[in-house]
Nanobody, 123 residues
Framework: QVQLVESGGGLVQAGGSLRLSCAAS????????MGWFRQAPGKERQFVAS????????YYADSVKGRFTISRDNAKNTVYLQMNSLKPEDTAVYHC????????????????WGQGTQVTVSS
């Protein structure tokens, strides 16, 4: 069982930055592929970024490429999402998720989910 707790969300003006963190419980964190997803009101869950267990490979949605960076610190059981040049359309609840597989953007392949953290970008 893996428990995930996100933090770092908030209200920011367009063009600003935020850094989200996701702390995981358990001793096998490095064996999990980690992803970030977001969901805005009335919209479907959307893949944002993911990272392999060792942190070697990263994957991004086209909408965030060049603006967001995913990283992880396996010694701290934590995955991060650095978000720069934020836009109002980035407003959503951001969830992190853990998968035993190379799940990338396939949300159905993720086994564990956090409760989410709200990110609001004002224009």
């Amino acid at each position: 069982q893996v428990q995930l707790v996100e933090s770092g969300g908030g209200l920011v003006q367009a063009g600003g930055s935020l850094r989200l963190s996701c702390a995981a419980s358990g001793r096998t964190f490095s064996s999990y592929h980690m992803g970030w997803f977001r969901q805005a009101p009335g919209k479907e869950r959307q893949f944002v970024a993911s990272i392999s267990g060792a942190g070697v490979s990263t994957y991004y949605a086209d909408s965030v490429k060049g603006r967001f960076t995913i990283s992880r610190d396996n010694a701290k059981n934590t995955v991060y999402l650095q978000m720069n040049s934020l836009k109002p359309e980035d407003t959503a609840v951001y969830h992190c998720a853990a998968s035993r597989l190379l799940a990338m953007g396939s949300y159905r392949l993720y086994d564990y989910w956090g409760q989410g953290t709200q990110v609001t970008v004002s224009s």
